[in-house]
């Protein structure tokens, strides 16, 4: 395997490979969730609004797969998971948590602007229709 410097805009540096880990919404809300204690797969799809059972299992199963987060499973009747965050997966929170915190900061600054885009594209459709 061929070793490149750390770049994450060169399409072979494994950084890259490491940011397509994370960089979807599902990841970062179920990092979110086990960070503030909801560790079990049902109590995750109650609190995680919108995540399917499919989408969850998916993303626990990549996250676990790439050492993010730890799945220990329980000897009992019925079968008991609860998941952990691991020491990478824990580093990984404080990017997370300011992400997070930025888009609950700007998310009325984001639908205004998109409000306007819309608006401006409306007016630009109307001036170049043909008549």
Known sequence: ??????????EM???RQTLEIIADK????????????IN???RMLREIGGISKKMLAQTLRKLEQNGIVHRKVYPVVPPMVEYTLTPIGKELLEPISLLGAWAEKNADAVLNAREQYQERE???AFLTADF
């Open 26 to 37: 599902w990841t970062t809300l179920v990092l979110v969730s086990i960070a503030r204690g």
């Open 13 to 15: 540096c494994p950084s």
């Open 122 to 124: 409306a007016d630009y």
């Open 40 to 42: 079990r797969h049902n």
């Open 1 to 10: 395997m061929q070793k490149y410097p750390p770049n994450v805009l060169n």
